[in-house]
C-alpha cells in the first residue's frame, strides 16, 4: 500500500502562483511513477502531469505546458507541482496519484485507471 496525502492548495487570484505537494509513504517511493490529475465541478478526472521515478521522463497535458512544473524529491518522498500563471480554468480538485513502475525511466502513464493509489485530493480556485 501506498499512502498519499496532498497539501497546497487553496486560493489565488489569475495569473498567480501554488505549489501543490504530495507526500508519500509505505513503500519505495522511486518505484512508482507519480502524476497529478485533476477534477473539476461536473467533469470528469483529466491528467495534468506525470514524471517518472527517476525523473528523468515527463508528460504534461497541452493544457499546462509551459504554465505548470512537476517535480520529485525521491529522499522526502515527494512530489511536486509548480503551477504558474494560472487561469480560472485551473479551478479543480487536484490529486496526486501513483503506478508501480516497471523501470525508473518508463515513461510515466497518463490514464487515470493506469494508477493503483490515490490522495484525497486538494482544492485549487483561481479567481478572475
Known amino acids: 500500500q501506498v499512502q498519499l496525502v496532498e497539501s497546497g492548495g487553496g486560493l489565488v487570484q489569475a495569473g498567480g502562483s501554488l505549489r501543490l505537494s504530495c507526500a508519500a509513504s509505505?513503500?519505495?517511493?522511486?518505484?512508482?511513477?507519480m502524476g497529478w490529475f485533476r477534477q473539476a465541478p461536473g467533469k470528469e478526472r483529466e491528467f495534468v502531469a506525470a514524471?517518472?521515478?527517476?525523473?528523468?521522463?515527463?508528460a504534461y497535458a497541452d493544457s499546462v505546458k509551459g504554465r505548470f512544473t512537476i517535480s520529485r524529491d525521491n529522499a522526502k518522498s515527494t512530489v511536486y507541482l509548480q503551477m504558474n500563471s494560472l487561469k480560472p480554468g485551473d479551478t479543480a480538485v487536484y490529486y496526486c496519484?501513483?503506478?508501480?513502475?516497471?523501470?525508473?525511466?518508463?515513461?510515466?502513464?497518463?490514464?487515470?485507471?493506469?494508477?493503483?493509489?490515490w490522495g484525497q485530493g486538494t482544492q485549487v480556485t483561481v479567481s478572475s
Open positions: 509505505g513503500r519505495t517511493f522511486s518505484n512508482y511513477a
Open positions: 514524471i517518472s521515478g527517476s525523473a528523468g521522463m515527463f
Open positions: 496519484a501513483a503506478h508501480l513502475s516497471i523501470s525508473a525511466y518508463a515513461t510515466p502513464r497518463e490514464a487515470p485507471s493506469e494508477y493503483n493509489y
